[in-house]
């Protein structure tokens, strides 16, 4: 049963996105008789995964266990049940997301003291009011959207920090289209007309930062384009209008 189980959650691949590599924000790797037991109950149902024992989870009598490549599971300390999802903590007037506090204080720290030197940035021509970290795709229709609204969000004093994502991973056509622009002589016009869906000769540098990115992304939590991450660490998924941006951070 246990083997059923385990398999169905890694073939939920959105599930196992959001939680890729969690892990090595959220704790170092623990062992000992309990860690050991764990991967040994989990490895008898499916020896072929990687299992890392974080810690003791905020339930009692469970552990936290990264699934390498795959999800974040919430294992009890004799290795023979687990559950993985969301984990929410009841306060007062409120469900508090405890794995999403945790990521956003990481996300905070990490995008604080993180260099932009291999970002691709969208300044605004005046003061800069607000900042959006955002992964995207240039083969995302709504990464597309919110880029056509460039213009917008920089009037409004909004710069806009890309970093790369390509969704269907490395290699791929989506890889060598942005992989292309993060390696152009001009970033931003070239990320832009690919992005406009014109016909830009694939160029790929070896030293092209967009597989960091990806792994940068899925470890803090990201599973879809475009997904910004605020300087506060909290993460917008999705699309929404410049218009919509200039409302968040009160620039009306």
Same mark, same amino acid.
Request: hydrophobic share 40%; aromatic share 8%.
């Given at each position: 049963?246990? +083997?059923?189980?385990?398999?169905? @959650?890694?073939?939920?691949?959105?599930?196992?996105?959001?939680?890729? $590599?969690?892990?090595?924000?959220?704790?170092?790797?623990?062992?000992?008789?309990?860690?050991? #037991?764990?991967?040994?109950?989990?490895?008898?149902?499916?020896?072929? @995964?990687?299992?890392?024992? @974080?810690?003791?989870?905020?339930?009692?009598?469970?552990?936290?266990?990264?699934?390498?490549?795959?999800?974040?599971?919430?294992?009890?300390?004799?290795?023979?049940?687990? =559950?993985?999802? $969301?984990?929410?903590?009841?306060?007062?007037?409120?469900?508090?997301?405890?794995?999403?506090?945790?990521? $956003? !204080?990481?996300?905070?720290?990490? =995008?604080?003291?993180?260099?932009? $030197?291999?970002?691709?940035? =969208? #300044?605004?021509?005046?003061?800069?009011?607000?900042?959006?970290?955002?992964?995207?795709?240039?083969?995302?229709?709504?990464?597309? #959207?919110? &880029?056509?609204?460039?213009?917008? @969000?920089?009037?409004?004093?909004?710069?806009?920090?890309?970093?790369?994502?390509?969704?269907?991973?490395?290699?791929?056509?989506?890889?060598? !289209?942005?992989?292309?622009?993060?390696?152009?002589?001009?970033?931003?016009?070239?990320?832009?007309?690919?992005?406009?869906?014109?016909?830009?000769?694939?160029?790929?540098?070896?030293?092209?930062?967009?597989?960091? &990115?990806?792994?940068?992304?899925? +470890?803090?939590?990201?599973?879809?384009?475009?997904?910004?991450?605020?300087?506060?660490?909290?993460?917008?998924?999705?699309?929404?209008?410049?218009?919509?941006?200039? +409302?968040?951070?009160?620039?009306?």
């Amino acid at each position: 049963m246990l +083997k059923i189980i385990v398999k169905r @959650l890694i073939a939920r691949c959105v599930a196992c996105v959001i939680a890729i $590599s969690v892990g090595s924000i959220a704790a170092a790797d623990v062992s000992g008789p309990v860690a050991d #037991k764990i991967i040994q109950s989990l490895s008898s149902g499916r020896s072929d @995964l990687n299992y890392s024992v @974080l810690g003791k989870s905020p339930i009692a009598g469970f552990y936290e266990v990264q699934v390498e490549g795959g999800p974040l599971l919430y294992v009890s300390a004799d290795g023979e049940y687990f =559950f993985d999802g $969301s984990l929410y903590q009841v306060k007062a007037g409120q469900f508090v997301d405890v794995l999403d506090i945790r990521l $956003s !204080k990481a996300r905070r720290d990490l =995008f604080a003291d993180r260099s932009t $030197s291999d970002m691709i940035i =969208f #300044k605004p021509v005046g003061e800069t009011k607000a900042v959006m970290n955002v992964f995207t795709d240039v083969d995302c229709g709504y990464c597309r #959207k919110l &880029h056509a609204e460039m213009g917008e @969000l920089n009037s409004y004093g909004i710069e806009v920090r890309y970093l790369a994502f390509p969704r269907s991973g490395i290699p791929s056509e989506s890889y060598d !289209k942005i992989a292309t622009a993060w390696c152009a002589q001009n970033q931003s016009d070239t990320l832009t007309r690919i992005k406009n869906g014109e016909d830009v000769p694939t160029s790929v540098c070896a030293d092209n930062p967009v597989a960091d &990115h990806l792994a940068l992304g899925r +470890k803090i939590g990201v599973s879809g384009t475009p997904s910004i991450i605020l300087m506060d660490g909290s993460m917008i998924p999705g699309y929404q209008s410049a218009a919509d941006f200039a +409302k968040l951070f009160s620039l009306e």
